[in-house]
Every structure is written in C-alpha cells, then in structure tokens.
C-alpha cells in the first residue's frame, strides 16, 4: 500500500503498564504483579482492532510505560506487527521502546531489534549508585553503562537515555559528573528531568513527613543551566525544555507531537490520545481494561473536548517548551486569531524583562525564561480572546 505523506503525521503511542519495582517518585500507572501479562498483550492487540475512526497516517511508534522490556520480544513484534498491518505508517517511521537497564540483555535487545525497533530510550537516570538508591531504581550504575553498550553493540543508532538532576544533596559537581559519564557513551539524546514530588507518590509523603527536604529552587534552576550549557558546549541541541539531541534529525520525533499540537492515538492501560481537538484517556487499572476489551468495549475512559481558549494556552504552553517556540502565522491560522495583538500587553511585558524573544514569525523563551514557563504561560492566560 501506498501512504500519502501527510505535512503533520500522527503518533501511535502503546503503553506497557508492568514494572518490576514501583519507583517512589514515579506516578505513571504500572503494576508489579505479572499475572495478567499474557491477557493484557491479547487485550492490546484486540484494543487495536476495535479502533473505529479512520487512523490518520502516522510516522511514530511509541512503546512506553510501564517497563515495555519486561515483554518478551516475541510479545513486542507481535504487537508492531498488529500497528502495521491496521494502521497506515510511512514508510520510515521511528520506532522507540523505553527500556530499564535491569530488565534487558544482550539477547533480548537483538530482539527487540529484530522486531524493526530502531531507536531504544535507557532510563538510567544517574550513574551514582546512592542517587539510584534513592530514587528506588533497581539497577546499578555498572549495569546502566552495560546496557548503553549492550544496545549499542544490538545496533541501535538512535539511542538516548533518561537522567534526573535536583535529588536532595547532588551539587553542581556530583551532577555534572553524571553528565561527563553520560558523555562516554555519545548517545544521540538525552532528557534530562528534574525529580518532581506528584502528590500521593510515595516520595512526596517522605519529603512532607520531614525525611529530606527537597533541592532549593535556585540550586536547581543553576543545574538546568548548567546541563544546557554543558550540552551544548558538547554539540548538543537543546530542543526542548527537557530534550537535547546529537542532530536535527536524532530528536524525538514522536515526544514532539505533544508539543506541537499533532494527534496521537495511544493504546493500553491509561493511554492519552488526541485528536486534534478532543483528549481522552483509557482506564488505568489493568484489570478493567482487559475486561472492557474482552466484552468488546473500547477502554475510554474519559473524552474532554477543549474550548477554543484552553486549545490556544495549552498550544502557547508547549510551544513554548521548544527551542524554537510558537511559530505565529501558523498559530494565527490554526486558531483564527492575531496573536501578536491579542497577546500584546503580556509580549511587551515580557520581552521587557527578557523572558521571550521574538523575532520575525517566531515566539520563544530566552533561557531565563524557561526557568518561568509556567508563570509566564499563566501570564497568557490572563487575556482574554
Ligand atoms: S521503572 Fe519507570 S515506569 Fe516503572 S515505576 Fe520506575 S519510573 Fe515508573
């Protein structure tokens, strides 16, 4: 079959739901009990056939979670099988899987190669055994590095890894060693993520009963600038808040869906998909799922259609996440409005304090104003349109 080459392709995005260790700062919905594996993948690849709208042409496969790496390579080509042979998919599409060093060897990473896989994410997140400890992680610093290796040697030419930075007690030195390490291995992106405390983790209660007390937001506003500096200096590109790359063409093209308004259509345990205008989010517990999917039901368990307003802050807000920011014609076609003139007050406002650029058609934070999205997106949202 042919595929017309649409100008903004979709994602597909699978979520994995199984882990063996529940981090204790994580609130992504996983489970440690295994038993329901095997229906799951049944529940999966069925949830996928009962996928009723015309799929838009996509050019991403996401397989998150969760701990996709607990599956079986077996299970995991059978499920891009299943996308390739229901869903239109350019035909060079990105295919990523999200995999936890102790979870993986060298054979089952030629595995998941094998299955068309070809960009692997590690979540490594430090290469210093006691910040692993504390975040709960289940691997070592030894094991993470065998894993890049491992992945590199599988064939893997895409590769990226996860770090964390602003764990109570790391310093400018501690963090910028973990950087140096990352380095080594010359991965073709990196995220690197600032350790959130979501209420009802279990980290969240320890730092509110008083058993640390989280990094001061100064210390860890000087890390964020460190790590972009850093990054850069060593030929990365800073592409998103969170995001760096090796080149244009190593960023991820599926995560830049989400900050570029493109659909997504996402499967599993508490998967998101959205349309263009409507999100809307399966159930999470796994149990649930598999029975609405074994009844014949989809597993949706919430639509929410966004009003034009909160379309508009939510596209400003991750626009503004990009290095490159909100390109204006296109934001005022998409959305009928001049924003330059609705947003008048708060650009001048802002652009007086330094916080955006904008030059020509495009509209982007300086790097003091990244350290701000959320503030100044409030800022936005103050007008009215
Ligand atoms: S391995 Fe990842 S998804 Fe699983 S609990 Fe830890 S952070 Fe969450």
Redesign the pocket.
């Known amino acids: 079959m042919t595929i017309a080459i649409e100008p903004n392709p979709a994602g597909i995005y699978i979520h994995i739901p199984f882990?063996?260790?529940?981090?204790p700062?994580?609130?992504?919905y996983?489970i440690t009990d295994h038993s329901l594996k095997k229906e799951f993948v049944k529940a999966l690849l069925l949830e996928m056939s009962l996928y009723k709208s015309v799929p838009p042409v996509s050019d991403t496969i996401y397989i998150g979670?969760?701990?996709p790496s607990v599956l079986k390579s077996k299970d995991i080509g059978q499920i891009i099988e299943t996308v390739f042979n229901l869903f239109k998919i350019t035909p060079d599409p990105e295919i990523t899987i999200?995999v936890?060093p102790k979870t993986i060897s060298p054979g089952s990473l030629k595995g998941f190669k094998q299955t068309g896989i070809n960009r692997i994410n590690i979540?490594v997140?430090s290469f210093s055994d006691d910040n692993l400890k504390f975040?709960?992680?289940?691997h070592s610093s030894i094991e993470a590095k065998e894993a890049i290796s491992w992945a590199k040697n599988a064939g893997f030419e895409n590769l990226g890894i996860d770090l964390i930075y602003g764990i109570p007690g790391q310093t400018e030195k501690s963090w910028l060693l973990d950087l140096k390490t990352a380095m080594q291995f010359e991965p073709d992106h990196i995220s690197c993520y600032t350790l959130t405390y979501e209420p009802k983790t279990p980290i969240y209660n320890h730092m509110k009963s008083g058993f640390f007390s989280p990094m001061p937001d100064y210390l860890a506003g000087s890390l964020f600038e460190l790590t972009s500096d850093f990054l850069e200096n060593c030929g990365y590109i800073h592409y998103e808040i969170s995001n760096f790359s090796r080149s244009i063409d190593k960023k991820s093209r599926h995560n830049t869906k989400y900050w570029s308004d493109v659909p997504y259509i996402g499967f599993g345990p508490s998967a998101h998909s959205f349309d263009g205008r409507q999100r809307s989010w399966n159930v999470r517990s796994v149990k649930d799922y598999i029975k609405n999917i074994e009844s014949g039901l989809l597993a949706t368990e919430e639509k929410e259609v966004l009003s034009k307003e909160q379309h508009i802050i939510e596209a400003i807000l991750l626009g503004l996440r990009k290095k490159e920011g909100i390109n204006i014609s296109n934001f005022n076609m998409k959305f009928e409005i001049n924003f330059k003139e609705v947003f008048k007050e708060t650009i001048s406002d802002l652009r007086e304090k330094k916080l955006i650029i904008l030059i020509n058609e495009q509209c982007r934070l300086t790097k003091k104003g990244t350290l701000l999205l959320d503030s100044i997106c409030a800022m936005f949202a103050l007008n009215e349109f």
Do not use: A
């Open positions: 882990c063996v260790n529940k981090c700062y994580c609130d992504f996983s979670g969760g701990t999200e936890n979540g997140q975040l709960g992680r289940i």
